[in-house]
């Protein structure tokens, strides 16, 4: 009996401990992907995936600032308690869902087509990008093992992604980068690129934790 209440007690204080974590999801059949799953914790852990029934294809660490962005946007949507959806006959853009789990292992979500609010929009666009930041990943890491050629065209797109500003958790790329940088079975073109991605990359991750923090 007191093994039982012992264990209770620990499974509550489990759930009291979790950390906060925002969940978007988006089923769209007959995009690619149809469907993505990402979580982001309070800490910044972030995973991704492409197939419900899958574990998770990447899993990264996203930036305390843009982590504390998103959180900001989640809570001035009152994490969830009312309803997105604008109501107007637009076309399907996909089934998308917010979803918040608390420290105190209450959830809250929304499920939503089209909203007219600012903020959601401003977090749907914030999840769109880490959900292209992550499949550029994917087709790196894939380039780079399995189709030398295709390296550069997908450096170029990560290229793209971070001059626009819209590339998440950029040292998850750094490893790929150095490979890249470092093997010459890989064109010259892409190896130098890739040198010049992950100085970039890594610099501006050191300038970041030089800065005070006000």
């Known amino acids: 009996m007191k093994r039982a209440v012992l264990v209770a007690l620990f499974c509550a204080c489990a759930v009291w401990a979790a950390t906060p974590r925002?969940?978007?999801?988006?089923?769209?059949?007959?995009?690619?992907?149809?469907?993505?799953?990402?979580?982001?914790?309070?800490?910044?852990?972030?995973?991704?995936?492409?197939?419900?029934?899958?574990?998770?294809?990447?899993?990264?660490q996203l930036p305390e600032t843009d982590t504390a962005d998103i959180f900001d946007i989640a809570e001035r949507l009152q994490f969830f308690k009312q309803p997105l959806e604008s109501g107007l006959k637009v076309a399907n853009t996909g089934k998308k869902t917010f979803r918040y789990e608390g420290a105190d292992g209450v959830a809250t979500e929304v499920v939503f087509n089209y909203s007219l609010d600012p903020n959601a929009k401003a977090l749907w666009d914030r999840f769109e990008q880490i959900a292209d930041s992550e499949r550029a990943?994917?087709?790196?890491?894939?380039?780079?093992?399995?189709?030398?050629?295709?390296?550069?065209?997908?450096?170029?797109?990560?290229?793209?992604?971070?001059?626009?500003?819209?590339?998440?958790?950029?040292?998850?790329?750094?490893?790929?980068?150095?490979r890249v940088a470092n093997h010459e079975s890989y064109m010259h073109l892409a190896r130098e690129r890739a040198a010049r991605l992950k100085d970039e990359f890594t610099g501006v991750s050191q300038s970041a934790a030089a800065s005070p923090k006000k």
């Open 22 to 60: 925002l969940i978007f999801t988006k089923s769209f059949p007959g995009s690619n992907p149809p469907y993505v799953f990402i979580s982001l914790d309070r800490d910044g852990a972030l995973q991704y995936k492409e197939d419900p029934k899958d574990q998770p294809l990447v899993s990264a």
């Open 137 to 178: 990943y994917l087709d790196l890491d894939r380039t780079a093992h399995f189709d030398k050629l295709g390296v550069n065209d997908a450096l170029a797109e990560i290229e793209s992604l971070w001059l626009r500003k819209q590339l998440a958790a950029p040292l998850q790329f750094v490893p790929l980068l150095t």
